[in-house]
Structures are given as C-alpha cells and as structure tokens.
C-alpha cells in the first residue's frame, strides 16, 4: 500500500465517516486552546511582515478542520484591534494533508465558514482578510520554500508513522503474528523497531519544518501519547487496537478474513512517552520545548471521563548552529498487505461485542 495515496480518514458524511466520529479529535482541539491562543499572539506580536503564515498539519475533513482556523482568526483580530501602532495584517492558511483526504468536503464548507466568521466577528474589533488553500502532500516531506511559515499546528496527526516499521514480515515470516500493533506477545525487538521508526520520523520533522518556519516561528502538537514509559504495562495494552485484533482474531476463526492477512498487517504508528518526545526533541537541536503536558480523555467518544492518553506541545523554533541531519531516506510503503483489509459491519459486530463484553468484565 502506497501511504501518501491510500491512507486517509473515511471520506463523506455518511455513518462511518471521519465528519461523524471525530468527537475524540474535537475533545484534543479544546484541550490544546489555551496553548494554541498563546502561541497565536507570541507570533503575531513578533511578526515582521503583513502577511502571517500558519498551517494546518494533519488537517482531515469536517468541522473540526477549521476550528483551528477560527481560533487564529480570532485571535489576530482581536490582537490587531486592541494594539495601536501594528501594521494591519493578512492570514493565509494551508490545509495539509495527504493526497487522500477528502479535500472537496472541506472545500465546499468554505463559503458557508466565510459567512459564519463576519455573522460571528466580534464587536470593536477589525476582521482580518484571510485566505485558505489546501495543500496535499506528506509532513514527512518539505511542503513550503525556506523560513515561508510562521505557525504550523497539528492536532491528532503525528503518532501516524512515514511508513510501517522496516523489518515487520517478508518472505512468509510475520514477527508480530496475530497483532496489529504493540501487544503483550509482541516480541521486544518488534517494539524497538517502533520505537526506532518513531525517532527517525520525528528527527525528520523537526529538520522539515525547522527549514520551513521564520526565526521565531512556532509550532504547537498534539497526538497520542502514553503515561507509563514501559510499552508492555497493562493499563496501556488496554489501547483499542487491541480490541481490533481480537475482534480480527475472531474473524480469522470464522473463516472470513484470511490469517496471513492478519498476520501481515501493521499500524503504522507509535504512541510515545513525554520522556521519550523530550528526547527526540533535545536530539534534533532544533526547537526547545515551551509547554508540554500530557491529558487523559476517554476512547468512547460520549464518555468524557479520562481514558486515552494525550501529548500536547508547543515549541519554538531556535537558531541552527552547527548541526547538520544527514538526509532521510524513506519510502512510503506498508510491509504486508498489499491493500489495507475491509473492515465491514461484520467487524463492526465483532469490536461492538468485544468491548460490551469489556465493559461487562468491569
């Protein structure tokens, strides 16, 4: 599977699309608020130009799209109405994400966000002009010329790998057979491989965006996180991709999806520590950490009580001394399958009795 061209949230407004099951990415969106709203006003008040930058990473589909858009909006307008003396300025923004993304359903919800904003601007205060393009293309690849960007955002995204871990299955032998992702049988080299593929990603990322954003540019990151540093810790191993591969499990003993299938197929992604984020971005030389917390929100989308595990950080671009990353090199391709496995109501079925079968153990 080709990952710039294949993966992608569901697409649409029907029952299973991303535009209606993405309450959980909405919940991580207003957890991030305040630190968004800061880092929004330290850049405006440091802006040299009339025109400020900011990009949306990860960007997806439905409302949630340009609830970080109306937040800028909101901020650089009041800022810009409550200070004499700053040049009026003007915002573009860059919706980014791969080339699979639905982008025609965020498009078409343009117009009415437009007239949404000017009904809901607020009183004494100037509405910026701001303009909106979608970009798509991989954040593990350069995506703007040279020091063009002052804010980049990322909300839910980056725990998605460039690529499966290099080294999970080939020529008949699975090394992670049964899982999905990390399990309690997932051999101890399989999690190194993870964990070495999210370290070289993220490098990657800095070293990107670090050539993309002005001095003084910053950058504020949400994704998937984990409290316990130990990947094998029960509480942790409770993550909904292990119901997925029992609920897989289950199919496989039914005959409805074949094992090899199974067996060959890994999530391209890493939850890490705080500790290990902390590492990675000390390691890249690149950025220093402003703020960096990690919060709990529950996997069930109408449960708000705490649940999964959440990284939020906003860091700072700092000035390249003498550091140079040697080139990365990778390509993004899926080991296993050669096409992702369709999930249909049979397996709807199966991790719907899966978890009440949890939840009656509890």
């Known amino acids: 599977m080709n990952m710039e061209r294949d993966l992608h949230m569901a697409s649409g407004e029907g029952e ?24 929004v006003r330290e850049v405006y008040m440091d802006l040299h130009n009339p025109t400020m930058t900011v990009v949306d990473l990860g960007c997806s589909s439905g409302q949630n799209t340009l609830i970080f858009v109306s937040k800028v909006i909101k901020v650089v307008s009041r800022e810009s109405s409550s200070r004499s003396g700053f040049h009026p300025v003007e915002l573009q923004v860059f919706l980014n994400d791969l080339p699979g993304n639905d982008f025609n359903h965020v498009f078409r919800s343009l117009e009415r966000f437009k007239k949404q904003t000017a009904a809901e601007h607020e009183e004494n205060t100037t509405l910026l002009p701001f303009y909106i393009a979608g970009l798509p293309g991989s954040y593990y690849t350069r995506l703007f010329p040279p020091q063009s960007c002052h804010l980049f955002h990322s909300s839910y995204c980056l725990h998605w790998r460039s690529q499966v871990p290099a080294g999970l299955g080939g020529a008949n032998e699975y090394i992670n057979e049964g899982n ?8 101890a080299g399989v999690v190194e491989l993870y964990r070495r593929q999210f370290q070289e990603d993220m ?23 984990r409290k316990y540093e130990d990947l094998y810790n029960n509480g942790y191993l409770d993550h909904p991709t292990g119901l997925l591969s029992r609920a ?15 067996d060959s197929f890994d999530l391209p992604f890493y939850m890490p520590s705080v500790n290990e ?40 671009w700092i000035q390249l001394l003498a550091f140079l990353l040697p080139e990365h090199q990778w390509q993004p391709m899926v080991s296993g399958c050669t096409r992702l496995v369709t999930v249909t109501s049979d397996f709807f079925s199966q991790a719907s009795w899966r978890l009440s079968s949890r939840l009656t153990d509890a």
């Open 16 to 39: 299973a699309s991303y535009v209606n099951n993405s309450r959980l990415q909405l919940k991580a969106l207003l957890e991030a608020e305040v630190v968004l709203e800061k880092a």
């Open 180 to 187: 999905v992702y990390i399990a309690k049988t997932t051999p």
């Open 203 to 225: 490098l990657l990322f800095f070293k990107l965006r670090h050539e993309e954003l002005v001095l003084g540019g910053q950058m504020v990151l949400t994704f998937h996180g």
């Open 248 to 262: 897989l499990q289950s199919l496989v003993e039914q005959g409805r999806v074949e094992k090899e299938k199974l």
């Open 277 to 316: 984020v902390e590492e990675v971005v000390a390691q890249s030389e690149l950025f220093h950490i402003n703020h960096i917390k990690l919060f709990e929100t529950n996997w069930d989308p109408h449960d708000d009580s705490q649940g999964d595990e959440v990284i939020l950080m906003a860091v700072h």
